[in-house]
């Protein structure tokens, strides 16, 4: 029994690698506009250009690119190599100066190539409930922490289990789901969310909301907010 559970999670592994790997969803996540609250948020920060953020699962580079524009220094990493060269083209319309301040590199959020306490700021764009167990879930939401300078923000948009689109598929590991395209997903209800990031001393900076919101893959409930590392 537990050979098949390690084989169908290898599966699964593989599964996702080639799915975030694709054409079609790398060419979608380059394409797509950043969220106009996380540009609204980082447009009010003064003096950006004394300020490291890291784009976490950086993607196809819409974040990335829209904090070089706005002047940020500008650390990107995601797990996948095709969203990581679709992240390098796009920065590559910016002017060398705000070019020059951004830095690209593979990692995995369980374990992130950086200094602890070193980053300004993390934004986190539907990254966390990616993981296959509440044990990663915790250890991504650690090593975040981890980086952050005393003062440092969070900026986290994830999903929870306020509410589960019908087309998931519940499996037996605590929270854990299966997307249509043979994704997991880790959904965890709010607070326990929000009691993770407590244990890590990250405590709400400002209102932190919960919401439903349809993409193109079906409904997920979204938690999100800004945390300060205390």
Not at 84 to 106: C, D, E, G, P, Y
């Amino acid at each position: 029994m537990k050979g098949g559970i390690k084989m169908d999670k290898y599966n699964r592994n593989e599964i996702a690698k080639f799915y975030w790997n694709s054409r079609t969803i790398v060419d979608e996540f380059t394409e797509a506009k950043e969220p106009i609250y996380w540009r609204s948020f980082f447009e009010t920060i003064k003096y950006p250009e004394s300020l490291t953020v890291l784009d976490l699962g950086c993607g196809g580079g819409r974040n990335t690119y829209m904090l070089a524009e706005l002047g940020f220094r500008v650390e990107a990493c995601d797990l996948h190599e095709n969203m990581l060269k679709a992240t390098w083209m796009k920065i590559q319309k910016l002017n060398s100066l705000k070019r020059n301040k951004v830095h690209i590199q593979k990692a995995n959020m369980l374990k992130l190539p950086y200094e602890t306490e070193s980053l300004d700021i993390i934004l986190s764009n539907g990254i966390y409930h990616n993981t296959s167990s509440v044990d990663e879930f915790e250890q991504a939401i650690r090593e975040s922490a981890r980086i952050l300078k005393k003062g440092g923000l969070l900026c986290l948009n994830v999903f929870s289990n306020a509410y589960v689109d019908e087309t998931l598929n519940k499996q037996r590991e605590e929270f854990l789901f299966v997307t249509p395209d043979g994704l997991d997903m880790m959904l965890l209800p709010p607070i326990r969310i929000l009691d993770i990031l407590n244990t890590v001393s990250l405590v709400p900076y400002n209102e932190t909301v919960s919401y439903e919101s349809k993409i193109n893959v079906g409904t997920r409930s979204v938690l999100r907010g800004i945390f300060c590392k205390k």
